[in-house]
Protein backbone atom coordinates (compact mmCIF):
# COMPACT_ATOMS: atom_id res chain seq x y z
CA UNK A 1 0.00 0.00 0.00
CA UNK A 2 1.04 3.35 -0.81
CA UNK A 3 -0.10 7.23 -0.21
CA UNK A 4 2.06 9.34 -1.92
CA UNK A 5 1.58 13.18 -1.95
CA UNK A 6 2.65 15.69 -4.02
CA UNK A 7 2.05 19.06 -4.37
CA UNK A 8 3.48 21.04 -1.31
CA UNK A 9 6.00 24.17 -0.95
CA UNK A 10 6.21 27.85 -0.07
CA UNK A 11 3.59 30.23 -1.04
CA UNK A 12 2.66 33.72 -0.25
CA UNK A 13 -0.30 34.62 1.91
CA UNK A 14 -3.21 34.88 -0.64
CA UNK A 15 -1.56 32.25 -2.98
CA UNK A 16 -2.84 28.94 -3.99
CA UNK A 17 -1.43 25.15 -3.69
CA UNK A 18 -3.11 22.43 -5.07
CA UNK A 19 -2.06 18.72 -3.44
CA UNK A 20 -2.21 15.52 -4.70
CA UNK A 21 -1.86 11.76 -3.13
CA UNK A 22 -1.60 9.01 -5.38
CA UNK A 23 -2.75 5.77 -3.72
CA UNK A 24 -1.47 2.13 -4.78
CA UNK A 25 -2.13 -1.34 -3.65
CA UNK A 26 -5.54 -1.28 -2.47
CA UNK A 27 -8.60 -0.49 -4.13
CA UNK A 28 -9.08 3.49 -3.98
CA UNK A 29 -12.52 3.29 -5.17
CA UNK A 30 -13.97 1.72 -1.95
CA UNK A 31 -12.12 4.09 0.47
CA UNK A 32 -13.22 7.30 2.44
CA UNK A 33 -10.50 9.67 1.68
CA UNK A 34 -8.86 12.25 4.06
CA UNK A 35 -6.75 15.30 4.27
CA UNK A 36 -4.76 15.78 7.93
CA UNK A 37 -2.08 18.62 8.82
CA UNK A 38 0.15 18.83 11.22
CA UNK A 39 1.69 21.88 12.37
CA UNK A 40 4.76 22.57 14.63
CA UNK A 41 3.79 21.52 18.47
CA UNK A 42 0.24 21.13 17.56
CA UNK A 43 -1.71 17.90 17.25
CA UNK A 44 -2.54 16.46 13.64
CA UNK A 45 -5.93 17.73 12.65
CA UNK A 46 -8.78 16.87 10.08
CA UNK A 47 -8.71 19.37 6.83
CA UNK A 48 -11.16 17.86 4.60
CA UNK A 49 -12.59 14.66 3.80
CA UNK A 50 -14.53 12.87 1.28
CA UNK A 51 -16.43 9.95 0.45
CA UNK A 52 -15.60 7.02 -1.55
CA UNK A 53 -18.07 7.92 -4.76
CA UNK A 54 -17.12 11.76 -3.71
CA UNK A 55 -20.25 12.54 -3.75
CA UNK A 56 -19.96 13.73 0.27
CA UNK A 57 -17.52 16.18 1.19
CA UNK A 58 -16.45 18.14 4.72
CA UNK A 59 -14.17 20.67 5.83
CA UNK A 60 -12.46 21.61 9.19
CA UNK A 61 -14.13 25.06 9.57
CA UNK A 62 -10.60 27.03 9.52
CA UNK A 63 -10.80 26.41 5.80
CA UNK A 64 -14.22 25.94 4.83
CA UNK A 65 -14.82 28.32 1.68
CA UNK A 66 -11.08 28.25 0.83
CA UNK A 67 -10.19 24.61 0.59
CA UNK A 68 -11.83 22.17 -1.89
CA UNK A 69 -11.04 18.23 -2.21
CA UNK A 70 -11.66 15.60 -4.95
CA UNK A 71 -10.97 12.53 -6.16
CA UNK A 72 -10.43 10.94 -9.63
CA UNK A 73 -11.36 7.11 -9.01
CA UNK A 74 -9.97 6.39 -12.59
CA UNK A 75 -6.63 7.93 -11.48
CA UNK A 76 -6.20 6.55 -7.84
CA UNK A 77 -6.10 10.03 -7.00
CA UNK A 78 -7.38 12.53 -4.54
CA UNK A 79 -6.67 16.52 -4.19
CA UNK A 80 -7.12 19.19 -2.32
CA UNK A 81 -7.25 23.18 -3.85
CA UNK A 82 -5.72 25.01 -1.43
CA UNK A 83 -6.78 28.88 -1.96
CA UNK A 84 -6.56 32.05 -0.20
CA UNK A 85 -4.01 30.64 2.14
CA UNK A 86 -2.82 31.96 5.32
CA UNK A 87 0.35 31.69 7.29
CA UNK A 88 -1.38 29.84 9.73
CA UNK A 89 -2.16 26.83 6.84
CA UNK A 90 1.51 26.05 7.63
CA UNK A 91 1.94 22.69 7.90
CA UNK A 92 2.63 19.12 6.96
CA UNK A 93 -0.39 17.89 5.16
CA UNK A 94 -1.53 14.06 4.82
CA UNK A 95 -3.27 12.08 2.95
CA UNK A 96 -5.16 9.15 4.76
CA UNK A 97 -6.89 6.24 3.33
CA UNK A 98 -9.81 5.00 5.57
CA UNK A 99 -12.05 1.62 5.29
CA UNK A 100 -11.95 0.34 9.01
CA UNK A 101 -10.64 -1.21 10.03
CA UNK A 102 -7.86 -0.69 7.83
CA UNK A 103 -6.61 2.98 7.80
CA UNK A 104 -3.27 4.17 5.73
CA UNK A 105 -1.26 7.02 5.87
CA UNK A 106 1.08 8.94 3.25
CA UNK A 107 4.14 10.25 4.39
CA UNK A 108 3.40 14.07 4.19
CA UNK A 109 4.06 17.19 2.22
CA UNK A 110 5.14 20.29 3.55
CA UNK A 111 3.06 23.39 3.34
CA UNK A 112 4.62 26.86 3.68
CA UNK A 113 2.42 30.39 3.65
CA UNK A 114 4.99 33.02 4.30
CA UNK A 115 5.74 36.44 2.86
Known amino acids: VQLVESGGGLVQPGGSLRLSCAAS????????MRWYRQAPGKERELVAA????????NFADSVKGRFTISRDNAKNTVYLQMNSLKPEDTAVYYC?????????WGQGTQVTVSS
Open 50 to 57: ISSAGYST
Open 96 to 104: NARRLPKNY
Open 25 to 32: GFTFSSYD
